[in-house]
């Protein structure tokens, strides 16, 4: 019984977690040899140059030509710059790096159907969220250091935080909610909508859910710090 059990264990991380990914990591690295450098120009240089910024590097007498970019990519592309200045090697460790984001994106979006539809079978939530993650726009997106793929992600996130907060308010899980509804619009400005709606979520679980106020004190006190 308990060797049924374990196989049948063993088969579903195969199904649902180990294939999926591997299929995600295929599309997303699929180009990686030969993705070697921007090619959105001024935009991907705007990620970089806040994350050069962050590592002490000077890039003013060309940034001054640029528009503003917001830094919250850059404080992902920061620590590969820190540790690498070849510019090729940094390119393909920043795809590497939105592979690995857009199999996160999978995970979330997973964990989401479970609290919304748990009644669904695992096999009709794998292959929806499958189906969301593998959308043409995320794959093209992948191959670039644009902001597009740590949006997604941040985005997933706030959603299944969301989710959780509806069923039980804590601590921790509203500072994380605030953190990331501030922390998506530093990485793009047209997120401003998104922050809002989490501002009057939170306005919402204050009035509505949340017993304890203190919480919210708590949450405030940290933001501020922030």
């Known amino acids: 019984m308990k060797q049924k059990e374990q196989e049948k264990k063993g088969m579903q991380i195969l199904f649902v977690y180990v294939i999926p990914c591997a ?15 921007l090619k959105v120009i001024p935009d991907e240089y705007g990620y970089w140059a806040a994350a050069a910024y962050m590592t002490g590097t000077d890039w003013a007498e060309i940034t001054s030509f640029n528009s503003y970019y917001g830094f919250g990519y850059g ?12 510019g090729v090697l940094a390119y393909q460790i920043a795809m590497i790096v939105n592979a690995i984001l857009v199999c996160g994106i999978y995970l979330i979006v997973l964990n989401v159907l479970e ?25 093209y997106y992948a191959q670039f250091t644009l902001a597009e793929i740590p949006l997604i992600f941040v985005y997933w996130l706030i959603v299944l935080l969301a989710c959780k907060l509806l069923k039980k308010v804590t601590v921790i899980r509203l500072i994380l909610f605030s953190v990331l509804a501030v922390y998506i619009f530093s990485i793009h400005q047209r997120a401003i909508g998104i922050t ?8 919402y679980l204050f009035v509505k859910k949340c017993k304890n106020k203190k919480q919210f004190l708590v949450v ?3 933001l501020a710090a922030c």
Not at 115 to 139: D, F, N, Q, R, W
């Open 196 to 203: 809002i709606i989490c501002a009057m979520f939170l306005v």
């Open 23 to 37: 299929l995600i990591l295929f599309f997303c690295l699929y180009y990686l040899k030969s993705n070697t450098s």
């Open 220 to 222: 405030g006190l940290v």
């Open 115 to 139: 609290e919304i539809c748990p009644e669904l079978k695992t096999s009709v939530k794998t292959v929806t969220a499958l189906a969301a993650v593998l959308y043409t726009g995320t794959i």
């Open 75 to 86: 404080v992902i592309l920061a620590p590969i710059l820190y540790f690498t200045d070849h």
